[in-house]
């Protein structure tokens, strides 16, 4: 692998720090999701539970523990209802609108490296076939082995940068429909809660 990756050339260096990138993010966001997942109708039920029972400060340190965007949105509504805000929907669309789009992380990240990495393997391709023609200039084509190196430049970096961008692109359509899920029960479970919220300051 080291040899190969010695005989790509410079613009392996770029896909691997890309590679090193995409790792980390998959890493992260896949620990991220694993946490934020979790049976999100028990959770309401418990916090509504500690509400009705005047358990406030518990159940907000509860709610500060948790991970994911819901946790935040919900300790936040508790807050605003404390602060005496009128327009407690408005501003729970707001926060949920933020939260909600801050627990994506880097996530698009990664559907940049799926496109990028490719271009960099055809640009490895390029510069790889520009040395060989250059060496074909230089010392001509009678023996094969003077355009080799040119053409395994140009053959590695391709192979490359779609090795590092198939699972880039294939890790990126998990996690989306991963994260779009978690969407999905956040904003179905937060306005239950602020619902709750509201049936009980009338």
Do not use: C, W
């Amino acid at each position: 692998m080291l040899e190969y990756f010695q005989k790509g050339g410079p613009v392996m260096y770029f896909i691997l720090l890309l590679s090193i990138y995409a790792l980390s993010i998959i890493i992260e966001r896949l620990y991220f999701f694993y946490r934020a997942s979790f049976n999100y109708r028990t959770f309401i039920a418990d916090i509504k539970k500690m509400i009705m029972n005047k358990e406030i400060e518990h159940a907000l340190m509860l709610l500060r523990r948790t991970p994911g965007p819901l946790g935040a949105i919900m300790s936040q509504t508790l807050n605003l209802v404390s602060d005496g805000t009128r327009d407690l929907r408005g501003r729970i669309n707001e926060i949920g609108a933020y939260e909600v789009q801050k627990s994506e992380g880097k996530l698009k990240h990664l559907a940049v490296i799926g496109n990028i990495t490719p271009l960099l393997g055809l640009l490895g391709t390029v510069t790889g076939m520009m040395t060989a023609f250059s060496t074909i200039a230089l010392k001509g084509a009678n023996n094969p082995t003077v355009v080799a190196g040119g053409i395994s430049e140009a053959l590695i970096t391709t192979a490359y940068g779609l090795i590092v961008a198939i699972p880039a692109v294939f890790a990126y359509n998990y996690l989306s429909s991963r994260y779009e899920n978690i969407v999905m029960e956040t904003e179905r479970a937060a306005s239950d809660f602020v619902d709750f919220i509201e049936k009980g300051m009338k």
